[in-house]
């Protein structure tokens, strides 16, 4: 059985916590993921995604919930209207949130897995629906796991590794393909 280590991609690009955040959106902006661990020296301290930074500057204070509902229903209906500038706002936004270190927004309580976890264990945690993971950094350390066998704590270990869900489902067909071969 696969194990983390025979599908996790080992070249990792992550960021510091006090990068600043308006340089990390713009380097997600171009990247083919959606989120870095966040690493001080090797050591994993957080995660950051896009939906961490896409809450800095699409504030739920521009849209206006407005009830609309027409006699003899009982129900109304809610419709929002945007009530941003566009251009301007995102320009705004990101003079608020410039100086604004990673560390501000991203999520201290990673789950990861080790290397030497097998494959069921990625696709438990991937799948979990509560969670809606979408990667999980590969740490190596000696720390002792909690009782549900994820670590939540800052300071999880040295990152060696990332898996993303595209890297679940290629080690599957893989997998499969070379069973029926």
């Not at 800095?56 to 204070?61: C, I, K, V, Y």
């Not at 206006?64 to 129900?75: A, D, K, M, S, T």
């Not at 740490?139 to 590794?161: C, I, K, L, P, Y």
Request: proline letters at 5%; hydrophobic letters at 40%; a negative charge.
């Amino acid at each position: 059985m696969p194990t983390a280590r025979d599908i996790m991609t080992t070249d990792v690009e992550t960021v510091a916590p006090d990068d600043d955040v308006a340089e990390v959106l713009t380097k997600l902006a171009r990247a083919k993921f959606n989120g870095y661990p966040v690493t001080d020296g090797d050591e994993l301290v957080g995660i950051v995604t896009q939906g961490d930074l896409v809450d800095l500057f699409q504030p739920s204070d521009r849209t206006l919930w407005i009830p609309v509902g027409f006699p003899p229903f009982l129900e109304s209906l809610t419709y929002g209207i945007d009530l941003s500038w566009d251009n301007l706002d995102v320009g705004l936004d990101m003079v608020r949130n410039s100086g604004k270190s990673i560390s501000d927004v991203m999520t201290a309580d990673v789950v990861t897995v080790t290397p030497d976890d097998d494959i069921d264990r990625v696709l438990d945690l991937l799948a979990d629906r509560e969670r809606d993971i979408n990667r999980l950094p590969v740490v190596e350390d000696s720390e002792a796991r909690s009782a549900s066998g994820s670590r939540t704590q800052s300071g999880d270990g040295r990152v060696v590794g990332i898996i993303a869900r595209e890297d679940v489902l290629r080690a599957l067909r893989d997998e499969r393909l070379e069973n029926a071969g």
